[in-house]
C-alpha cells in the first residue's frame, strides 16, 4: 500500500515575502511534503496554483488518495472547473485535509455549504491546542496538547456545520477559543480541517503538528474502490425494481429517459 | 408574529404537461401556497423561475423568514448569483425548505456540499413514510406513517450529509427505501428535505402532506435576528483581545488591514 | 402556556459550607427558581434530594416539562429508582438541564452512556465563555460572549458523545478549555448541559447566565403530547401489516406473545 | 496484528427450542465465530450467559479488542457488575457490535441512554437491507443491498439516539422499514448496531451477513492503547496549570483533595 497523497499550496507569499521565504524557502507544499515522508506508507507529492490547471489534471486527481490545501490570499484565483472536479473526488472518496486560512478557500466552502468565517488576529500569541479525543487515528502520538509558542488567534464563531467529530479545540493567550480540528463525512469522503499553520511562524516545522498532519492523512485514506457514479441519478425501471410492480397513474418520463438535472 | 413565507416553484410543467396541469392549474406554488395558508401564523407569498430576479430579490429575501423551494427541468436555468444571495440567508437565519426534486437544485446541492444524487422510477406505485419521531414538532398530528397511493420512488443511497435529525424513512412498493425528511443546521439557518411531491399525483393535497409543510415552516422559522455579518470574518487587533496581549513575532498584514478571503 | 419547571438541587453544601450559605443561603435551587421566574411563561417549583423519593414522584414528574439538574458531593446517594423514572420522562418528552458538576449525576450518565469525566481546578480563575451559535434560541440577548470572573476550571476531554449543537466554548486563564454548553436529542426529549455554576461563586446571579437559564426552559420544552409508549416493543401479527402478508418460515413466539426484554 | 474478538451468546434458544438447535446446533456464538475466521486477522473466541461471570471476566476483556452481543430472552440476566465493566471498555477504547435482539440488551441500552424500543413481526417476510454508504469500511463487497428470504420484522420508530453513520436502512415485505445498521463513537469505544439475525432463521449463514460481521469487526477494532483513565476526573492544581495563575476566591476543596463523584 501506498497512499498517493497531494499537497497542493497556492505558493505566493513564499516568493513575494522575506519572512516566510525564510522560513519556507521551498514553498509550504515542499515542507509538508517533507513531514509526511517521514511515514513511508505515504506517497507524496506537491501541486501549485501556477501550474497548468493548477497542477490537478483530472488524471491526477484519478490518482490521488488524499489532497492537502493550502491557500490564503488566493482564493479567488483558482478555477471553478477544477473545484468542480475536486469536489467530485471527494464525494467519490479521495480524502481532503485543509489547512489553516484554507477555511476560505473555495474547495472548503464547497463541501461545508457554510460561509467558514472566523475572526482573527496577527499578534504571535500562545496557542495551546486541546485535544478532545486522544484515543483517535488523527491525534495519536501527541499527549494531551500541542503548544505552539507563536500563533495566529483564530476565534470562535467559526461559520461549519456541526462536525462528525471535534477532535481539537484550541485557547489563545488573547482570550479567545477555536474548534481547530474537526472530521466530517462527504459521500465516501473523508475531510479533516486543521487550523494551525499561519505561514509567518515556522508552525509545520513542529513535531506534533507534523504528527497529526501523517495521521491525517492515514485516517483521510478511503481503500474502498472510487464511488465513480456517485453523482448519478439512475432510473430503475418498473421492470427491473426488486418487487414485482405494475405501474399505475401517470408518468412525465418515457420508459428509459434520463431524469432531469 | 407572522411568518413571512415565500413559495418558489420553477412553474414549467404545469404551463406544458397535460397531466400536471389538470392537478396544479394554477401551478404547484399555488397549491401550496393555499396549503400553508391554513395556518394563520404563516404569512404566504409565491414567486417562480420567470419572474425578474426568478422573484427573489435581495430586497424581498430579506423579508423572507422561510423559502420552499421546488424544481425539476431547469435547476440550470436558475442564476448562480440568486443561488448566492438565498445561500447567504439561509446562513444568516432565513429557513429553507427543499421538496422533492428540489434534491437536485442548484442551492440544495450548495448547502449540501455533496451530490445529492439517488435512483428513481416513476410507477406510480405506493410510499408509506414512516415517522422516526413522532414528538418532533414537524410530525405533530400525523400518526405513525403518511400513505400516499401513487409516488414516484427515491432510492438510497441518497447522497447528502448524515443529517441532524431523520424525520422520515420510506418504504416503496417496489422494494426501495429512501431517507424522505431529513433536517440539517447551517449557520443560524435550518433546512428540511422532504421527499414527497411528484408531480403527476396530487400529492400536496394530501392532508397529512399539508400538516408537515406547515409545521415545517413553524419549524424552520428563526425568530432571532438576522444574523448580518455571519460571512464576515473581522480582524481583533491585539489591543482589542480580550486578555491583556504583547504583539510578537513577524506579521503578515499591516495593524488593522483586513484579512484575505 | 406555562412550562412547568422542576429545579432539583441535592442541597448540601448550602447547609454545612459557610462560604456557599452565604452566597445561596435559601439553596442554588431557590435562586435559580427566583432567576427563571423572571419569565412569566415559566412556571417554577423546587426539589431536594431529602425530601421524600428526592421530591420527584412519578405524579410530579408527570406534570414536568423540564428539569434543572444540580448535585455534586451525593450523587451516590440519589435512588436508582428515581433515576429510571427521570430517564423514561426525559424519552417521553420531558426536557433536562443538566448544571455544572451534574455532569457526573447518575441521570446525565445514564443519558450520555459515557463516563462524562472531565478535568477540574478551583482556583477561582477567569472563564469566557464563547457563543458558537449566536442565533440559536438558547443564547439570545447574551453577546459574543459571557465572562466570569470566577469560575471552576472544567477542562477536556469531556467524555461525552458528540453533541447535536455546540453552544459554548470555555476559554480558562490557567490555559485550558472546554465545550461548556451541549445539547442533545434523546427520543422525544431534549437535553442542554450547561458547565458554570460552581458554588463557592455567585455565578447563578450573573445576568447572562440567568438568561441562559431562562432561553434553555424554554428550548427545552417540548409541547407535543408526551410519548407514553416510547419503552413499549409492540408486536405487530402479520394480519396486522400494512401490505398483505402470508406467515412463513417458524416462529419463536406464538401469535400475540408479548416480546422478551 | 490479530483483532482478539470475542463473541458473546446467551446461548439458551439453541438449548431449548428445536428449530433454533437445528439451524445452530452449536449455538449462534460458534457459528458467528466460524464467520469471523474466515478472516485471518480476526482471533477470535466465544463466551456465553451460562458461563463464570458470563465469560467476560475483567482479565478477559481487557484483553479483548472487539466484543459482540447476542442475547434475547434473558437480558434482565445479565448481571449488572458485568455489564459495568463492558460498559467502561468500551469508553477505553473496545469495540462492541450489538446483534439483532441485542438492541434490548442492558450494554446496549446503557450505551445508547434511550429505551432502544422498535416494533417487530415473527412472519418469516423478506427483508431488503439498502446500503446508504457502498465506500464504507463495513459495506464492501456486498452490493448495493443485502436480501433475506426470511427475516423477523423490526420497524421504525427506533429508539436510539441519531447516529455517527447510517449504513444500512431496510425494506420489509410486510410494509414497514427500520435503520438496520448504525454506527456510535463512544469514548474511545465504536459501535455498530446491525440488526438481522433472528435465531429461527438461518441468517449468519449468509454470505453477506458473514462479510458485513467480519467487516464490522475490522472497523470497531481501536488499534490505539487502551485509555485507561477515561472515567477518572484528575484535579489540575493551580501551580501545575499551563498558564501561570494565582488562586483567587473561595475553595470547596482542600489543595489536592479529590473531587466528588
Redesign the interface.
Known sequence: MAIRTVVWNEFI?EQN?S??QAIYPDGIQNEIARVLSADREIEVSTATLQEDEHGLPQSRLDETDVLLWWG?????DVSDEVVDRV??RV?E?MGLIVLH?GH?SKIFK??????C?????????RE?L????????IT?GIGP?I?LP?SE?Y?????V??????LF?????????F?SGLT?????GRIFYFAPG????PIYKDENVGKVLRNAVRWAY?P??P?KD?????????DK???K?E???????RAGEA???
Chains 1, 2, 3, 4 share one sequence.
Open positions: 507569499h515575502n519572512v516566510v490564503h490570499k488566493a482564493h479567488g469536489q467530485q464525494a472518496g486560512s476560505f464547497r463541501m461545508m455549504g457554510t460561509p468565517s472566523l475572526r482573527w488576529r496577527e499578534a504571535g500569541e495551546r486541546w485535544v478532545i479525543n486522544p484515543s483517535h487515528q495519536q496538547a503548544e507563536h488567534m476565534g470562535e464563531p467559526f461559520l456545520p456541526e462536525p462528525m467529530e471535534t479545540v484550541s485557547w489563545y493567550e488573547g482570550g479567545e477559543v474548534r466530517y463525512q462527504r459521500g465516501a499561519h505561514e509567518t511562524y478511503n474502498a474502490k464511488w456517485v453523482s448519478d441519478a439512475p432510473n430503475v425501471p418498473h425494481a426488486p418487487e410492480l405501474p399505475k397513474g401517470a408518468s412525465l418520463h431524469g432531469f438535472r
